[in-house]
């Protein structure tokens, strides 16, 4: 039995254009308010300095507001997005691994492990330490064993998402650094 009911989402589907904050909460042509406005400060003292002739001069908050415009074309856009049963969320795909990887399930598993590795790790934490101080060897062992953790909480925490969309021990082994006794959780569930 399925624990959310957006367990069932599909492994990865076409982005749509996402829209600027104006436009997703429809605030287009009324006022944004500054932050001197905001706190009250319009016409008091910002700061005060003494200029190059000895004079102290003052700077005064300024009214900075301004109409909210659309801004649509500013915003990132992605064409491929990939599912996350563990958030119940949608992300973007990886253009390298959408490139490398022909079949969907592969790469999905692809994107949910570098996904995991950076957003649920916190890997990026210690990507410079391992690199500066132990050598790109250190990293790549490194990468390999958190990938592989990966790969087995996957396993573990989303066996049914897993099993309802076919994703087999092929598919795990298509991962370079695949661990066997990875594997072989994939083929005991």
Not at 79 to 108: G, I, K, M
Request: hydrophobic share 30%; aromatic share 12%.
């Amino acid at each position: 039995m399925a624990k959310h009911k957006a367990d069932w989402e599909p492994l990865e589907k076409l982005g749509t254009a996402p829209k600027c904050k104006a436009c997703e909460e429809e605030l287009i042509g009324t006022k944004k308010i500054c932050y001197a406005c905001r706190r009250g400060l319009t016409g008091t003292i910002k700061d005060s300095f003494v200029d190059e002739f000895g004079e102290c001069e003052d700077v005064y908050w300024e009214c900075m507001c301004e109409e909210w415009e659309c801004r649509c074309d500013e915003v990132k856009q992605s064409e491929w997005l990939f599912y996350c049963p563990t958030c119940h969320d949608w992300y973007n795909q990886s253009r390298y691994l959408r490139d490398t990887f022909t079949d969907p399930a592969t790469r999905w598993l692809a994107n949910m492990v570098t996904h995991w590795r950076h957003e649920h790790r916190a890997w990026d934490n210690n990507v410079d330490h391992l690199v500066n101080n132990y050598g790109q060897e250190a990293y790549d062992r490194q990468k390999a064993t958190v990938n592989n953790q990966a790969m087995r909480v996957l396993l573990r925490k989303h066996t049914e998402y897993l099993l309802h969309h076919g994703i087999l021990p092929e598919h795990f082994s298509a991962l370079k650094n695949a661990e066997p006794k990875t594997i072989e959780l994939e083929i005991k569930n």
